[in-house]
């Protein structure tokens, strides 16, 4: 029933913001409760159109605010008509979607509302701070691997390295991972990126060496650490969004957690309902 709807609501907004109409001039104090249209009885007000036009998608928003308007006004009018003629009991999936929807509304201005009061520029900082500003530099690796099945073929690789054959034809010849057609060369990496077997060999290793056969989950590697370095802390601008994100989950989740632990919660007795009666929306029709 909803996409019906939606698709309803975007078939005929879209035909009507491709005509265009002018846009009514208003002499008097234009408010959010000002009538723009009345449909048998029924007022439509700014607020609404304006209400209306925060859920547009974006190619309607970049429209010019005439076309805009136009639109939008049609397209409540041809609704407000449209519902005044449901005959009989409306279906009581109509309220339930409507308290649904008003819940999500105020939870969603709360939130924005402990987001705005939570990321402010100082808030940054001290995240940064906190986080980088005495940070000492971190290691980078850069090695190639060689990834076979066996424990012996590995063994065989190892041998045939120490022999003096090319360790990147022998990727190209030998490998069965991803990075064998490029010479076996994983690039630059830090700490965490690779799997703890794997990265525990680099750690110990020095620029040139070449390990002995490592088993992990994907199978028996043979590296080469090509070279190391040392990266110092990212700037403040090139983490900002970053440390934003976070302090946005932090204060959401701390938010959340605080209220629901205080409020007041009674659940039916668990079994009391099956679970299957979340799908049957004969419950609601």
């Known amino acids: 029933m909803l996409k019906r709807h939606n698709i309803w609501q975007n ?61 939008i006004l049609q397209q409540l009018i041809q609704q407000t008509a449209l519902s005044q003629s449901l005959e009989g009991t409306p279906p009581k999936r109509i309220d339930f979607a409507v308290t649904n929807e008003r819940r999500t509304l105020r939870a969603g201005t709360v939130i924005d509302r402990i987001v705005e009061k939570a990321v402010t520029d100082e808030a940054i900082q001290a995240a940064y701070e906190e986080k980088f500003a005495n940070a000492a530099p971190s290691k980078e690796y850069n090695a190639s691997h060689i990834l076979v099945k066996t424990r012996e ?64 989950q994907f199978g028996w590697h043979v590296i080469k650490l090509n070279e190391t370095r040392l990266k110092d802390a990212p700037k403040l601008d090139d983490v900002r969004e970053e440390l934003k994100a976070q302090l946005e989950r932090d204060a959401v989740e701390n938010a959340v957690a605080d209220l629901t632990e205080s409020a007041t919660v009674t659940q039916a007795e668990k079994g009391s309902i099956p679970a299957s009666a979340v799908r049957d929306t004969s419950l609601i029709d």
């Open 11 to 71: 078939s005929v907004l879209g035909a009507i913001l491709a005509v265009g109409m002018a846009v009514p001039v208003f002499a008097e104090e234009v408010t959010a409760d000002k009538v723009v249209a009345t449909v048998n009885g029924t007022d439509i007000t700014l607020g609404e159109m304006i209400a209306a036009a925060e859920t547009l998608p974006d190619q309607y928003k970049s429209l010019p605010d005439d076309v805009l308007y136009d639109g």
């Open 153 to 216: 073929e590995a063994d065989a690789i190892r041998k045939e390295l120490e022999d003096g054959a090319d360790f990147a034809e022998l990727a190209k010849e030998k490998s069965t991972g991803p990075s064998g057609p490029n010479g076996g060369s994983l690039g630059w990496f830090g700490p965490g990126m690779m799997v703890k077997p794997f990265e525990d060999a680099v750690v110990g290793m020095e620029p040139g060496q070449i390990s002995e056969p490592v088993e992990t």
